[in-house]
């Protein structure tokens, strides 16, 4: 495995630094050691040094990792814990070192166009229009529902397109191994299709994240203009278009980390919340959120992401939160099988939906 300079100063630099070591929700979830930043780069710094051969454990601890960015956020020298751990998923691929599971979810995806390996959900209905394209992503269409949240944008008067066959997004391969060309073509051939529409409305924070952040980063135009579900609901409120009304009920947002984080979006969500009731927040809020679920990484360590859903719900009842809102399926997926009784969850869509 042959690491960049840039990474191999990083992950020097992280090797012996425990700044981030309390803020890694897999960390807090296990109690391990080995799934902090700092074990994290003390291992792959024997890798680099060829002290050590590039192991099957040094491999699955590399995929330990949600890439939430929290240890990023607490980190006040700027060093990069994520870029060393993806460059580390892509050496991994590129040695054929693959771990079988990653090797599974990746033949799902060319077989089946989603890394679950799921077939195409027949509950989806199929829209057509010339201007708006409502994407609603991977996880979504595998594992979770948008019936709310298309009945929402009905309720606006919004006219958009569900696509059939909508392109991945490349997001999934990008978590899995990262830059390889496998992945750019697929973000190419996303591009593609999302670019013969004006605007695109992006249902899920991660695929809003690839779109907006990395597709510049790897040089692929689109010419629609994207935004995030979230930030679309806001303005629809704010211009008029859905004429809510306050019902004096207490929300609490769940920053998603890819937004509040990548595209350091967390207003639309508590003007929404504001327009509809009242904002209680959570401690470890906006930019210093906590991942509380991650689809991906379930496959193939489901026992620990329930560990990192339900460990959030303990910071909810410790700021006596009444219902939780989410802006992503994945975390809405984990929190809902670790609900509390007494607290409720909410995705963004249904907030609204109630309050019209």
């Known amino acids: 495995m042959q690491f960049t300079q840039k990474s191999k100063e990083h992950i020097d630099s992280c090797r012996f630094c425990w700044m981030c070591h309390h803020v890694c929700p897999i960390g807090n979830a296990t109690g391990l050691e080995r799934n902090t930043a700092r074990a994290r780069a003390l291992g792959l710094s024997l890798v680099a040094r060829d002290a050590i051969q590039y192991s099957e454990d040094i491999i699955n601890n590399v995929y330990e990792c949600t890439l ?15 870029m060393f751990t993806k460059e580390a998923r892509l050496g991994a691929a590129l040695d054929g070192k693959l771990p079988e599971y990653v090797l599974t979810m990746i033949n799902n995806l060319n077989e089946k166009g989603n890394i679950y390996g799921a077939d195409k959900n027949p509950n989806i209905p199929v829209f057509e229009d010339k201007d708006t394209l409502f994407f609603l992503g991977e996880d979504t269409r595998a594992k979770g529902c948008a019936k709310n949240a298309v009945e929402l944008l009905k309720k606006a008067g919004v006219s958009f397109a569900l696509l059939e066959n909508e392109p991945n997004s490349g997001a999934s391969m990008n978590f899995l191994v990262g830059a390889v060309a496998e992945t750019k073509e697929m973000m190419e051939q996303c591009a593609k299709v999302l670019s013969n529409y004006k605007t695109v409305i992006c249902y899920d924070p ?10 510049k980063e790897w ?5 629609a203009e994207i935004k995030t579900f979230t930030s679309f609901v806001a303005e629809l409120i704010k211009n008029g278009a859905l004429k809510v009304k306050n019902s004096g009920k207490s929300y609490t947002p769940q920053d998603n980390p890819y937004l509040a984080r990548d595209l350091e979006e967390t207003q639309p969500i508590r003007d929404i919340l504001s327009a509809c009731g009242t904002v209680n927040e959570m401690l470890l809020n ?4 906590v ?8 496959e193939y360590m489901d026992d620990v992401i329930l560990k990192v859903a339900d460990a959030r719900w303990t910071n909810a009842k410790n700021m006596d939160v009444k ?6 399926t994945a975390e809405y997926e984990y929190l809902l099988r670790t609900k509390p009784e007494d607290i409720e969850l909410k995705k963004v869509e249904e907030v609204v939906l109630e309050c019209l």
Do not use: N
Request: proline fraction near 2%.
């Open 219 to 223: 040089g692929i135009e689109v010419k």
């Open 323 to 328: 219902t939780l809102v989410t802006e992503s």
């Open 291 to 298: 991942l509380a679920g991650q689809l991906i990484m379930g």
């Open 68 to 82: 939430c960015g929290g240890c990023m956020t607490d980190c006040v020298t700027g060093w990069d814990p994520v």
């Open 286 to 289: 906006k930019e210093h959120t």
């Open 206 to 215: 991660y695929d809003a994240d690839v779109m907006l952040r990395e597709y």
